[in-house]
């Protein structure tokens, strides 16, 4: 191993030399309209055909060609990793550089090498911007970028090899994903069944009137929501209330524990003021299932709705599960209006016009208890095959660093 004098790269082989990517690569600045060659999107997944053309109009015409073995890479910091060779002729985005491969190397191995973390460091540090959003890196410093070079041999010792190893990586990476979601939608489908027709088995059923849930057991009662909550309005006078979020996934909690980077007022004066056991709901995302019952005592945005119980017909643990389980989201959305999803509204009439099924309130805990055991299992499921995937691409970072850098030699066949 030599030094290669390059802080991101380190060490080499002795028989590596350095150069830079224009010594690699022209690049092609062909503008061409879509209408002739079919618009594709430069992804962290690498160069895909664009599914709907739908939005297309006449000013998408300045795009760039990229031909079949072209390199694309997005050159917007935002969109770091996004970048791959293209299996197409096609157009993509002014934002992204194409780059037409020269001879004598190889170009799988310096896709490999443009996707590890350590080289898009490198790349974006050569950017020039204002804010973190608008940093690009052009063309005209991307080829000073120093890299290693290899002999061509070795180039595609490492190129096949990395694609066979990565390929195993993806496809274990692929089926934790779809794993975990079988597990989120067994943990739904729990929740919906043990909210709606209880956990005691087979027992007699009578219709309960609620359209979205159809027959419930025959001891529950079935309520309208104007009879069981109605909506409070309280507001803060001194904005020392601890701020909290609604959310789809998470429920109602505090904001400090969430990584939110949207707009947050100076002044918490005049936000609606949210108790323990009320129920809180983002009436911009109801339909989503964006509700929840507080277990703290806070605020929440003035646009929000704040519902509290009327005589107490709900334990609160049973009450949040209902209010977010699945059959009762749908219904949220069908009752919300609104011209599309983003502008949906689910508003305190439509809200309080709902049946509701109402167990009783020992039942109502048993299926609370229920509910805890069995979703805090699942949890504990999802969490350790996220931890799964966390340290498979974390591994796979370092295999990709470690070999197109020359940290490792590719096993002999």
């Not at 080499?12 to 209408?35: A, C, F, L, M």
């Not at 996004?82 to 799988?108: A, E, H």
């Not at 004066?269 to 056991?277: F, L, R, S």
């Amino acid at each position: 191993m030599k030094e290669s004098g390059i802080e991101w790269i380190g060490c080499i082989p002795v028989d590596w030399n350095i150069d830079r990517i224009g010594e690699k690569y022209t690049e092609r600045k062909q503008k061409v309209s879509d209408r002739d060659f079919p618009p594709l999107s430069v992804t962290m997944q690498g160069i895909l055909a664009q599914l709907s053309t739908a939005a297309k109009t006449d000013a998408h015409d300045d795009r760039k060609l990229v031909c079949k073995g072209d390199f694309a890479i997005n050159s917007r910091s935002d969109r770091r990793g996004s970048c791959g060779i293209s299996s197409l002729d096609g157009s993509v985005s002014l934002i992204n550089t194409v780059l037409k491969p020269r001879n004598n190397m190889n170009p799988g191995y310096y896709n490999w090498l443009f996707h590890s973390t350590m080289f898009a460091d490198e790349y974006y540090r050569w950017g020039h911007g204002i804010v973190d959003d608008l940093w690009t890196t052009k063309w005209g410093d991307m080829k000073n970028i120093l890299i290693p070079s290899p002999p061509l041999e070795e180039q595609c010792h490492i190129s096949d090899f990395l694609d066979e190893k990565c390929v195993g990586i993806d496809n274990v990476l692929e089926k934790t994903r779809s794993s975990i979601e079988e597990y989120k939608k067994l943990k739904q489908a729990i929740i919906t069944e043990a909210v709606t027709k209880g956990i005691r088995g087979d027992r007699p059923t009578k219709e309960s009137g609620i359209e979205w849930i159809g027959e419930i057991p025959e001891d529950w009662d079935a309520k309208r929501g104007k009879a069981l909550f109605h909506e409070i309005k309280n507001l803060s006078t001194d904005g020392t209330e601890e701020l909290l979020t609604v959310s789809q996934y998470t429920g109602i909690t505090p904001r400090s524990q969430k990584n939110v980077t949207m707009f947050q007022s100076e002044s918490l004066v005049g936000y609606k003021i949210v108790e323990i056991g009320d129920i809180g709901a983002n009436t911009m995302w109801l339909w989503d299932g964006a509700i929840g019952v507080s277990t703290y005592r806070g605020v929440i945005s003035p646009s929000y709705n704040v519902y509290r119980q009327i005589n107490g017909d709900y334990d609160s643990k049973y009450l949040d599960y209902l209010l977010r389980n699945p059959l009762l989201v749908q219904h949220y959305e069908s009752r919300s209006t609104g011209i599309r999803a983003s502008r949906l509204r689910l508003y305190p009439q439509q809200f309080l016009s709902t049946i509701f099924p109402v167990p009783d309130i020992n039942e109502q805990r048993g299926i609370a208890e229920y509910l805890d055991t069995k979703c805090n299992g699942i949890d504990t499921l999802i969490e350790k095959k996220n931890e799964l995937i966390a340290d498979l691409e974390e591994y796979k970072k370092s295999l990709i660093y470690e070999y197109v850098t020359g940290k490792k030699e590719v096993p002999q066949a």
